[in-house]
């Protein structure tokens, strides 16, 4: 390689990972503003019109939580405050963070059930009834919405109707969807959602965003394991943000700052015209990706997510290479497979500050010039034209 | 109240609080730094380089672990990583957060012994000594250096010395200590210390800064509880920072720019200076308030913080309303009593960026006006002349 | 000098100078804002409405016009603009800006009549009626309204009564004195008034800020010299700010950001409480300065500004050291005599983001130790006491 | 047009001008830093630093001069200052702001001559020879390097050396082409060279940055109308620089903020690797607009710029309806044609920020998205295709 563009000591031009996808640039001036005590009265105003623009975003009736720490904390805090030592749970499994929630799962439960299907595919709606026949004691149903590394989704849609119909409770990791995909938390019935700010929203890792209903509430209070006085407490943070409660500890100003911008500029935009431009790029990304000489990885274009684009590594191309071509010539960072998808997948993202018309240009371009680098053939023009005919709804 | 000069809506002018206590202009810049992805080759480079300056700050020979989440989550880690089924602990209590942490130590501990003094005083190192003569089976001591609360700091350098005598593991809360009073890990043989970002080094709340000593390594890889893929791991974080290896989860890049930025500032000024400093500010704000008219809360001048001045609230005056004046009238954020001392104890902070020449004077002029206000006599010019006096060394 | 807490590499705490006064965080960030193209459609409004953000600030019915150039530059384009071959200038002297202004209009008048007072005086609006009545054929009436290095006001509402009376134009320097003193150009009939965002609005040194009456473009359009295509034009920019009109040349974007921004602020707080807190540290700083022991230099309490207080520097003591002292002992930077002032005199300033009530107290602190160090008797204590009991009303 | 993906109140995502060209994260944070006041002595140092930085940039033995005040002040302050009532000027016009430079050449020279080609060309040093040959009194030449709006060049090696050869004195406007196209005042002998931050090297429009030679100095201290005291004085800041020297006025301490972060980045990257990522760029850009279907302005290839690239605009087409729909759809900000130019050509700029391999890619993209936008035929394809392959050298 000769002296790249973009060193790998210098920041590189554009993210169109998977997330996290960076910032604009109102959300790091929000992040640059002096350190507020967290104690004084200029920031507890502040959090709590945050958590009222959340339950804005979230199109809820009820308060949602923010937790100190990333996704990853809400989804065990969630696992740990939600299933008990009494509770069956249903694990729907068709990725690697499907996978990894029916470990957290089986720390706290009575039993953890499975389905389970090939990492490219999503899980049917109708195998779900087909558990809660066999199974009608299962309480406790846990689902992904967006598998970020396949780049696939399944259909809450369907899925909640089934959960509701039998009467359980329903965890959705909805990190990589919220904001890019329409989550309607109150049709689906969902109990407990996580989501985050560093993907759709456009913000830090940092904190964890969660819609909990009242049936929720409940059942993390009759729950005796329900962690209190811990960092993966949800029950600890419920009334966090109400006038004269006191915070269950000192919580990330710098995070809330960032947060309480992304969501102003995310109702200012709109839902729909946030969603509209993830279509778009989406749309884009997986035309262009074909006609670039890709193929796709999730089979069923149903399942496709708007806001991730899994494409399949062309055979005998090392996938580390491909990426660290794509940034060191083009200064555009994408995401590689992880765990089992590994050198077989990689990723480009068009989420949050991401998912704008010439996002997917820019993304397909990078990778046709590593593409070529490393002596496969790809038609960057077609690529290019292809994407730029997808934007056109 | 007429209109206050700092309404509640507006930033105060001055935080001198116990911490969080604020962050330079330097701090705020980096914090507002694109948001690079954290797989991305130039933020591979930039966590090594911050974990090696935090091992120079650390004046250790081992390699630090950065965990993700504000001090109580490494104070938690710690406890469930390195207290397991087998061990008995000794912990010392001289104030609120060493009474917590005998929470924590029960969820894990075979059993745990307290030494327990009043909250204007500290634990003796010669009742630690004792307390190995009764009971020789204590395996981890654990203890408070600054009780932030109450503004004192147990003698680390005479308890640790009995600690290692002994062969015992000793966990060290230095939250409001480190940066701001004299540790030396490496002399006190300690095994897990923990510290933070937000206090005398002027950062983010939302990171732990562990110094973790071989032996410490070594009890947690035996420990079969020691969390593993969760928020509260150590252990899964110990080569985090190494080329080539995985972050366990996403890792706050802003935090991470937070933390670079203080620990330059911290070394390029020097460890002697900034400890000079805080000694200074804290002999002014010890001697402003007695000038003023108040009582310092720690009897014994000996265990009297240099991060940290609690003085008693006068008699017949209501805690949170002499902090709201001096906020809404003066611009400066002080902190007040938690828990038992709520009411009884006020903070003066003299940390990080509040421990410089002119932050007691600034701190004794609101609260004396503050104090006025309320009907209090409060001699302002005797205490600025006091403190002032008091700098020099 | 021992190693100072304030090394002279390091930035200083605060600045408490007669301007540049510093700027707010939030005018900081605005500062740091992502530069727009000048012909972008966002950039046009937002110019616009900065605009029509001074024109509310200044109360005028008339569109104000932002010059690209510091102050210095508006005042050099008021003359070449406003003063053609045949006006007879009246030009007053109370201090150096009132003496340089004469050399700009006798490059451009037909001829210069002065008066000068003593610079610890004003020029009583008696000596301008007297002027009149010797020469009825003056057109042109110049006047700072605050000399800075002197801490003095002229009366504006008295002279301008008198010009008014006489049908000549009248040219105020308000650099110093808008924001922070009142000023109604409106009532005064001024007609070219020049201001910067650097004083009192706390914003940066690149714009002046111009009132300009009706029966002003007139004179500036009949004036055949009156520069075009040039940096020092005033009728270029005239409507600069309206949708279609190109800009003469490429306006700083940044600074004008940086406006927006302080304007904001100072239309948000409101004219009079902006006017109230000078007034408040001004009487703080004044009493202090006495307190301590030192001199005032305006010998009339009445024409002492509101936005900088001047001080007689002590006998036998070398002014530039005593202000080296207190930027590096206690982080102050206060600002010297200029000219025929140098070496005598010494300001305080409290203007903008210094005009908080305990600016005064910093700066007499600052102050007080730095004339200890030399060897100067100054009582803090009674300073900072007299200081903060001005503060109230 | 439907619901623009940009709307025009919100920022474009790219800024593919022909300048301002926005600037880097680092430099904005730069101009988000606290404004020192100028007299601070860390100020002085910085100052003086960036005075030191310029001179390496500029590969110069002398001290070059920073003017406060954007590119036209210092081109002004250049023509009022070097050209005195006994100068004959030669001014060479191959555009706009060559013609421009004539009616300043004017207002001081005693006797101005000028050579005029069509602004699709440049000026042939033989043609440069020949006015010599007819006026051996010419005393000083005036050139534009880089015609912004045509996007052609001067072949400055070339004519410096006939100027040199007839003694006279050279004022280079080097606006648009420093840090983008090879210059060398040594070799070139150029007595005054003007040039900006705000083009090649990213920085804000608000300062001129001067190569003096010591032939100049000489030549502006024995013309008597040389400006003093006045913003179009060069001779005022000679010196200003100097330790213990005053500024002639207050300096814009933000801009220069700006200006020393752009200035190492620039002498980080390194001059030879700045110059060859602007050729890359220029060549992209120029295949691809030829194969999108558009005409190149500039008829002769050794003349094209390397820092911006005109484009005749196809018959029947609104030149600013196609730059406001490449705006509003895709984010991009393209420059018009300015004074005769206008509605005829239009600029894709190539520098600084926006001198890297996708940005002709971006450009090229949304450019042709607005063609078809408006009926015309672009083959985005191609031109995309073609950009890529034209970036390998």
Known sequence: MAQPSYPADRDPAFNLTSGPSGATPATLAALGRPILHHLDPAFGALYQQTVELLQQAFGTSQSPVILQGEGVVGLEAAAASMIGPRDVVLNLVSGMYGRGYGDWARQYALEVIEIEVPYDSSVPAVSVADAFRLRSDITVVCVVHCETPSGTVNDLDAISAVVAEHGALLIVDAVSSFGGIRCDFTVWQADLVVTVPQKCLGGTAGLSLLHVSEAAWEHMAANPAAPRGSV??????????????????????????????????????????????HRAAARAARAGAEALGLTLWARDPAIRSDTVTAVRVPAGIDERELRARARAESGVMLSGGQGDLSGIVLQIGHMGPGAYPLSPVIALTALGRALRALGVQADIGAGVEAAVSALEP
């Open 232 to 277: 993966l407490s949800i029950l600890d943070w419920r009334h966090a943000h109400l006038a004269g409660r006191p915070f269950p500890f000192t919580p990330s100003v710098t995070d809330i700052y960032g947060l309480q911008a992304c969501l102003e500029q995310y109702l200012l935009e709109g839902a729909e015209a946030v969603l509209g431009r």
